[in-house]
């Protein structure tokens, strides 16, 4: 399975970035590989507006199946759940490969509603 994980670098031993649509990067794990890409995630990282929906597009694009992040904005967590990708929820900035790990094992709760009202600045 692809995953994309919120990053603050292109690191998994770095914390995952907690805003999904203004993550810095976007790594995507391919967890039978083990495999990780890390993907600059500058143009919506500063994005005026429609950072979440155009970063739910660039995940959908990298065939990415599930997203790990710590927050969902309304129109990024639709722009996900149209593409049929699901978004598990950490609920500390712990370290990328914690997060990877602690979604192989199941542990990470699945959201079925955004968790945030959108628009962090």
């Known amino acids: 399975m692809k995953i994309v994980i919120t990053s ?7 914390p995952i970035d907690m805003h999904f649509g203004r993550a810095k990067y976007f790594i995507l794990a391919d ?7 890390a993907h600059d995630n500058a ?5 005026a507006q429609g950072a979440g929906i ?13 997203v790990v992040t710590g927050s969902v904005g309304p129109k990024a967590f639709r722009a996900l ?11 500390t900035a712990c370290p990328g490969a914690e997060a990877l790990q602690r ?3 199941g542990s990470l709760p699945v959201l079925d509603s955004p968790n945030s009202e959108g628009h962090i600045m």
């Not at 603050?8 to 770095?14: I, N």
């Not at 143009?43 to 994005?47: D, K, R």
């Not at 759940?81 to 609920?91: N, P």
């Open 103 to 105: 979604f192989k094992d």
């Open 43 to 47: 143009q919506n990282l500063h994005a």
């Open 8 to 14: 603050s670098s292109p690191d998994l031993a770095d």
């Open 81 to 91: 759940q149209a593409a049929g990708i699901k978004i598990a929820l950490v609920d």
């Open 54 to 66: 155009q970063s739910a597009e660039t995940v959908s694009r990298l065939g990415a199946e599930a």
């Open 31 to 37: 967890t039978e590989t083990d495999e990780g890409t």
